[in-house]
């Protein structure tokens, strides 16, 4: 047999016993209340929040829908602390998700710092460590928790955090009865939506099934989205186990404008198109636990990911100076990405020495693989900056990669007494990934790599009535470089990203270090409060360098040494009458590198006569605000009508290319915007919905990056001589109105 049969075997184990019908502690995470927070990737081994040594936040997809928001990334912007959005990829489908400074991104080249997990199967491609939030239907998602530091037990590249996303059931969703229910909605830049679900439960069987379809013509041209979501879910329950069976996929086409110089009066215009990525996915995974025993439960759950991008982009040519060059170019780029696992834990509640003890051991085996082909072809450009291509696609890269991800963890929560709870956990991870060149033509690439290490975490408790928890936590986590990176990584052959591939030097994993104090309470019956202090420290913190010139997206990865990110997250919620809730939010962050290092970065006013610019200790990480505000009023006596607004105001930050803070241009200035929806019970079975976003129509960025904008003279035309340096902006989508109607039948 091979290594991975016996984690088989368990997960097979765990999924196939028990016979009779009763609430099951697997399933809570499933249900509408959540009360309690995952610890470990698997769900079944959620603890109390009491005695929770870190600031977690938990939603429901009740709060999601009901808000009307259409994606994961806009809900966690407007709602949860720590959390940031950057336009990069001028689609409002894909935007990076930044916790405390880390980021979970759709975008090769950013590097990754977030785990993200979809009832415990980790959904970050093994190709990049990428996150395609598009893949994920809003309809399908009974909760999503947020937990941040370097939880050691999510296993790599949880450095900021971890993100688990947990689906609905049948039993859950339709518990009386089988149901169904349809959303229709329509708004402003031509976006209609359609989405379906339906579900029940008949004795120890329930099923669950959603779809999406969404058309987007974007705020922007040359932006717009097709989106469609599948998702199923068949389960059964009984007083010992728990087993689901899911299924679904996504086939998406999203466009997308990149960034716009500054210097363009409309930020609806793009600076070259087109530019599109489709994304199909199709999946299958099976969990399952079984109670052995009334203190222990097993869990397990195997799964397969077949994820396919296709990638069209239109660029300005590497030297556009040159006369015998041709001022553009086409590049197509194809990954195809196999992911498969197995998981298994048992977590157990058994008293140790007459105290409360929880304890939680598993290990996890993720297998990835993955076919990246890369073809360029010359072009011209448009009037309107559009490219023509001339002559056929030259291949220029096709490698095959594989990566191999082992880890082991447990954790212990100990109860001192009624009000200390001691927490113990650490794993070990190994990382194996091979490269192969697959067209016979550049065996330069070929290579292996292996990364290992040991990551612990301690935390303490401390509650001395059900109202209020003080907390302190340090914790270990790493991230392995990935494929993708180890490939481009030298600073005298930078990559076009996503579209070229060359042999450079190893790189070495980022190591983090989070030290977390906190407190949190209850205020009056539904009232809560809480505050927390964090510092994370990485070394040889991973960085993707901007290396100007005519294509903004081009660059290398490199280690850049000490980098931290510090900072306070407060929050109070709850309901001052019994016809208005309000809840608020404050982050704090500085994030800065704390080592010197020398970056190429021509289109820097401050660059020297190389192109080079000196990044100093202290100066600030690009792209994240030093501060954030975020406020929620919602008006309404209950479940018949509700109007709610958000504001989301965010300090201003530094392009990436000015991570020496010294070009005027670089600075990206604050900004605030406001959302409103609303919701009207017609009847017990109709359900009117609107929302206003950005409803004072304010103009903002909130991402940026310096470059060389060759389009600067009359008519933005294609003119290197009055080609000027400035930065290049990401822009959040103007004021937009939507309608819909909501029907629901049992």
């Given at each position: ?165 947990y689906t609905r059931s049948g039993a859950s969703t339709y518990p009386d009865r089988p149901g169904a229910d349809v959303s229709l ?24 099934a959603t779809a999406v379809h969404t058309t987007d013509h974007g705020w922007a041209l040359h932006n717009a989205s097709r989106v ?519």
């Amino acid at each position: 047999m091979g290594r991975r049969d016996p984690l088989i075997a368990c997960a097979v184990a765990a999924v196939l016993l028990g016979t009779a019908r009763a609430e099951n502690p697997a399933e809570v995470l499933e249900l509408p209340q959540v009360g309690v927070v995952g610890t470990t990737p698997l769900p079944g081994s959620g603890i109390d929040l009491r005695r929770l040594p870190a600031n977690a936040q938990a939603y429901t997809g009740a709060e999601l829908r009901r808000q009307g928001r259409t994606s994961v990334p806009e809900f966690l912007e407007g709602a949860a602390g720590g959390v940031n959005l950057n336009a990069a990829q001028g689609n409002r489908e894909q935007p990076d998700v930044n916790v405390r400074g880390f980021a979970a991104s759709p975008l090769l080249g950013t590097p990754q710092g977030v785990s993200v997990f979809l009832d415990g199967v980790r959904v970050n491609e093994p190709f990049g460590d990428t996150v395609n939030w598009d893949l994920i239907p809003p309809s399908a998602i009974a909760s999503i928790q947020l937990i941040p530091g370097s939880q050691p037990a999510f296993g790599l590249n949880t450095l900021g955090g971890a993100i688990a996303i947990y689906t609905r059931s049948g039993a859950s969703t339709y518990p009386d009865r089988p149901g169904a229910d349809v959303s229709l909605t329509a708004g402003s830049h031509g976006r209609r939506s359609l989405v379906v679900d339906t579900g029940g439960q008949r004795g120890a069987w329930d099923w669950f099934a959603t779809a999406v379809h969404t058309t987007d013509h974007g705020w922007a041209l040359h932006n717009a989205s097709r989106v469609r979501q599948l998702f199923a879910k068949v389960g059964r329950q009984d007083d010992r186990t728990d087993l689901d069976l899911t299924f679904g996929g996504a086939d998406n086409r999203l466009e997308g404008t990149q960034t716009v110089p500054r210097s363009f009066d409309d930020p609806r215009e793009p600076y070259t198109w087109p530019d599109t990525n489709v994304n199909r996915l199709g999946f299958v995974a099976l969990k399952g636990s079984v109670a052995l025993h009334a203190d222990w439960l097993l869990s397990g759950n195997a799964y397969a990911r077949r994820f396919r991008n296709r990638n069209f982009s239109s660029n300005v040519t590497d030297d556009p100076v040159d006369p015998a060059a041709a001022p553009a170019t086409n590049d197509a780029s194809h990954i195809a990405q196999l992911a498969r696992g197995v998981g298994v834990q048992i977590a157990g509640t058994r008293r140790l020495a007459g105290h409360g003890n929880q304890l939680v051991i598993g290990a996890s085996l993720d297998h990835g693989r993955a076919r990246y082909t890369h073809a360029s072809q010359e072009a011209s450009f448009t009037a309107d900056r559009g490219t023509i291509g001339s002559g056929a696609f030259l291949p220029e890269v096709d490698v095959e990669t594989r990566t191999r991800r082992v880890g082991w963890y447990a954790s212990d929560a100990f109860s001192i007494d009624e009000r200390w709870t001691l927490t113990l956990a650490g794993r070990r991870d190994q990382a194996d990934i091979a490269i192969a060149d697959a067209s016979g033509q550049a065996h330069e690439l070929d290579g292996a790599h292996r990364y290992a290490r040991v990551n612990p975490s301690v935390g303490l408790t401390w509650s001395p009535h059900a109202r209020f928890t003080a907390y302190a936590s340090a914790n270990q986590g790493m991230r392995a470089p990935t494929a993708m990176e180890l490939t481009c990584a030298d600073p005298n052959a930078p990559c076009k990203l996503p579209n070229a591939f060359v042999s450079d030097p190893p790189l070495k994993p980022v190591v983090a270090r989070t030290v977390e104090i906190g407190a949190r309470g209850r205020i009056g019956d539904d009232g809560r409060w809480s505050v927390a202090l964090f510092r994370t420290e990485l070394r040889d913190d991973l960085q993707f360098i901007a290396a100007g010139s005519g294509a903004t997206n081009a660059g290398y990865f490199a280690n850049v040494g000490t980098t931290r990110r510090q900072g306070l997250e407060a929050a109070a919620s709850g309901r001052v009458a019994p016809w208005l809730a309000l809840a608020a939010r404050l982050d704090l962050l500085h994030a800065a590198y704390r080592t010197g290092f020398v970056e190429h970065s021509p289109s820097n006013a401050s660059a020297d006569a190389d192109g080079n610019i000196a990044v100093r200790p202290g100066d600030r990480i690009p792209g994240l605000p030093a501060h954030q505000l975020k406020l929620r009023a919602e008006l309404g006596p209950g479940e018949h009508w509700s109007l709610g607004a958000n504001g989301v105001f965010a300090g201003a930050i530094r392009a990436r290319g000015d991570e020496n803070g010294l070009d005027p241009q670089g600075r990206i200035a604050g900004w605030g915007r406001v959302d409103l929806d609303g919701r009207w019970r017609v009847s017990p079975r109709v359900e009117v919905k609107a929302r206003v976003d950005n409803a004072l129509d304010r103009r903002y960025a909130s991402f940026g990056t310096l470059g060389t904008n060759v389009f600067a003279g009359s008519g933005r035309t294609f003119d290197p001589a009055t080609a000027r340096r400035e930065a290049f902006l990401g822009y959040g989508a103007p004021r937009s109105v939507s309608l819909g109607l909501d029907v629901h039948w049992e």
